[in-house]
């Protein structure tokens, strides 16, 4: 009788630590802003500039739910799934490629860092968002010119936009092979190989490399698709306290057009909540257009998920034309 009521109980008890072994969590973001824009130029602004003048509901950054899966293996191994889906929910849409955001399967081990394949972010495009005081979301960001790109959203290549290779105007690359490295001496690194699958079509590669040490923080990264196709961002910032200081560079060409992007910004706690500030000159087809973007913005947290906020942005480009926009919004993620 005993030994009937130890064999279910242990069972139950192994299952009950295998189980506390392996987590899975879903996560996810939904931000919206009612946004205006206006200005006399006819051109497309960055950064949500895009509209000429009109009062939209827009997602104020990437909607996104997904899976994240984590594998005890023993030994300090573990296995990985990250599932990444676009949500619009202005609309209740979603993007085409339903796992736009990131679909990899990996493993890791805290001594020797973590490999994941599939469709990834660029290791170029981490530096970037470390650079940008609004991380690639809203109105304020630094947005694709940080990069040089001109489609942040993820999308095929939008129509025309010159040529390139398939990944170049997503951020993310599919068939991709990843290293992140531990955290040594307040150094890491990243690598990425890209396998292109087609035909005359060659494969793509990427690093970064970045390190920190207390306030300080620096970082320079580099993406190849071709000998037309490349961008190098870098940058640093200082933590003082009282403000947050960043300055970052990044140079590349874009369909053999030579281009390069200057930025300057901060942050800086303020009644409870965060300033946000940032210009940048954006200068492409080979030194003869140099355009220019301002932003300013104020984020406020009502608990450790939701956060209200407003952002001003003006961009000015060379012909003497221009284009602003204001936003409020309100971001939620769990």
Same mark, same amino acid.
């Given at each position: 009788?005993?030994?009937?009521?130890?064999? @279910?109980?242990?069972?139950?008890?192994?299952?009950?630590?295998?189980?506390?072994?392996?987590?899975?969590?879903?996560? #996810? %973001?939904?931000?919206?802003?009612?946004?205006?824009?206006? /200005?006399?130029?006819?051109?497309?602004?960055?950064?949500?500039?895009?509209?000429?003048?009109?009062?939209?509901?827009?997602?104020?950054?990437?909607?996104?739910?997904?899976?994240?899966?984590?594998?005890?293996?023993?030994?300090?191994?573990?296995?990985?799934?990250?599932?990444?889906?676009?949500?619009?929910?202005?609309?209740?849409?979603?993007? @085409?490629?339903?796992?736009?955001?990131?679909?990899?399967? #990996?493993?890791?081990?805290?001594?020797?860092?973590?490999?994941?394949?599939?469709?990834?972010?660029?290791?170029?495009?981490?530096?970037?968002?470390?650079?940008?005081?609004?991380?690639?979301?809203?109105?304020?960001? $630094?947005? $694709?010119?940080?990069?040089?790109?001109?489609?942040?959203?993820?999308?095929?290549?939008? $129509?025309?936009?010159?040529?390139?290779?398939?990944?170049?105007?997503?951020?993310?690359?599919?068939?991709?092979?990843?290293?992140?490295?531990?955290?040594?001496?307040?150094?890491?690194?990243?690598?990425?190989?890209?396998?292109?699958?087609?035909?005359?079509?060659?494969?793509? %590669?990427?690093?970064?490399?970045?390190?920190?040490?207390? @306030?300080?923080?620096?970082?320079?990264?580099?993406?190849?698709?071709?000998?037309?196709?490349?961008? +190098?961002?870098?940058?640093?910032?200082?933590?003082?306290?009282?403000?947050?200081?960043?300055?970052?560079?990044? +140079?590349?060409? %874009?369909?053999?057009?030579?281009?390069?992007?200057? =930025?300057?910004?901060?942050?800086?706690? =303020?009644?409870?909540?965060?300033? %946000? /500030?940032?210009?940048?000159?954006?200068?492409?087809?080979?030194?003869?257009?140099?355009?220019?973007?301002?932003?300013?913005?104020?984020?406020?947290?009502?608990?450790?998920?939701? +956060?209200?906020?407003?952002?001003?942005?003006? $961009?000015?480009?060379?012909?003497?034309?221009?284009?602003? #926009?204001?936003?409020?919004?309100?971001?939620?993620?769990?």
């Amino acid at each position: 009788m005993q030994l009937r009521t130890f064999v @279910p109980v242990a069972l139950s008890f192994a299952c009950t630590c295998a189980a506390a072994q392996s987590s899975v969590v879903i996560f #996810g %973001r939904v931000d919206l802003a009612m946004r205006k824009t206006w /200005g006399d130029s006819t051109q497309s602004g960055p950064g949500g500039l895009s509209a000429k003048n009109a009062t939209q509901m827009v997602p104020g950054s990437r909607n996104r739910w997904g899976i994240r899966v984590d594998d005890d293996l023993g030994n300090g191994w573990r296995s990985h799934v990250f599932l990444d889906a676009t949500l619009i929910p202005t609309d209740g849409s979603t993007a @085409p490629t339903f796992y736009d955001g990131r679909s990899t399967l #990996g493993f890791s081990h805290q001594s020797y860092g973590r490999v994941d394949f599939g469709r990834m972010d660029q290791p170029a495009l981490y530096t970037s968002l470390d650079f940008d005081p609004w991380q690639g979301d809203t109105l304020g960001q $630094a947005g $694709a010119w940080s990069y040089l790109r001109v489609n942040p959203t993820g999308a095929p290549n939008p $129509a025309g936009l010159p040529a390139a290779p398939a990944d170049f105007y997503s951020f993310k690359s599919n068939n991709s092979i990843n290293y992140a490295s531990p955290v040594m001496a307040g150094f890491q690194f990243r690598l990425q190989y890209a396998i292109s699958g087609t035909d005359g079509t060659k494969d793509s %590669r990427g690093f970064n490399l970045t390190y920190r040490n207390g @306030p300080f923080y620096t970082g320079i990264a580099h993406q190849r698709w071709n000998e037309n196709h490349y961008s +190098t961002p870098m940058g640093a910032m200082y933590d003082f306290g009282l403000i947050k200081l960043i300055a970052a560079y990044a +140079t590349g060409k %874009r369909n053999g057009n030579s281009e390069n992007n200057r =930025l300057i910004g901060f942050t800086a706690p =303020l009644a409870g909540g965060e300033l %946000r /500030g940032m210009v940048e000159r954006y200068t492409l087809a080979q030194g003869t257009q140099h355009d220019r973007k301002w932003s300013v913005g104020y984020f406020y947290p009502l608990s450790k998920r939701t +956060t209200l906020y407003s952002n001003y942005a003006n $961009a000015r480009f060379d012909n003497g034309t221009g284009r602003s #926009g204001f936003e409020a919004g309100m971001k939620h993620t769990f």
